[in-house]
């Protein structure tokens, strides 16, 4: 059985970070890319950043870029977002996800895990 687990989240003031885990289990995720996605109240879930667990490659939204960072780790099975000088308007609930493309597209990934509430106060 496919497991994402998210950790992480909490309350932060804007300009401070956080770093967001996902532990993946269940299966081998090599041919995966792993996403996370955000969803703030009474807006649609979006596209925050994603990798390629076979060679590293990552990909970002352009509000993140600059300010988050993905990263894998092999041997613990587990991605991380590190996101630094944080805004009020990242505010959302966090999700990852695996999918077997690289995609933009929520629809393309085929597990999620439950989410993790990130609030950044102004």
């Known amino acids: 059985q496919v497991q994402l687990v998210e950790s992480g989240g909490g309350l932060v003031q804007a300009g401070g970070s956080l770093r967001l885990s996902c532990a993946a289990s269940?299966?081998?995720?090599?041919?995966?890319?792993m996403g996370w996605f955000r969803q703030a109240p009474g807006k649609e879930r979006e596209f925050v950043a994603a990798?390629?667990?076979?060679?590293?490659?990552?990909y970002y939204a352009d509000s993140v870029k600059g300010r988050f960072t993905i990263s894998r780790d092999y041997a613990k099975n587990t991605v991380y977002l590190q996101m630094n000088s944080l805004k009020p308007e990242d505010t959302a609930v966090y999700s990852c996800?695996?999918?077997?493309?690289?995609?933009?597209?929520?629809?393309?990934?085929?597990?999620w895990g439950q989410g993790t509430q990130v609030t950044v106060s102004s």
């Open positions: 990798i390629r667990w076979s060679d590293g490659s990552t």
């Open positions: 996800a695996a999918g077997r493309v690289v995609s933009y597209r929520d629809f393309d990934y085929d597990y």
């Open positions: 269940g299966r081998t995720f090599s041919r995966y890319t």
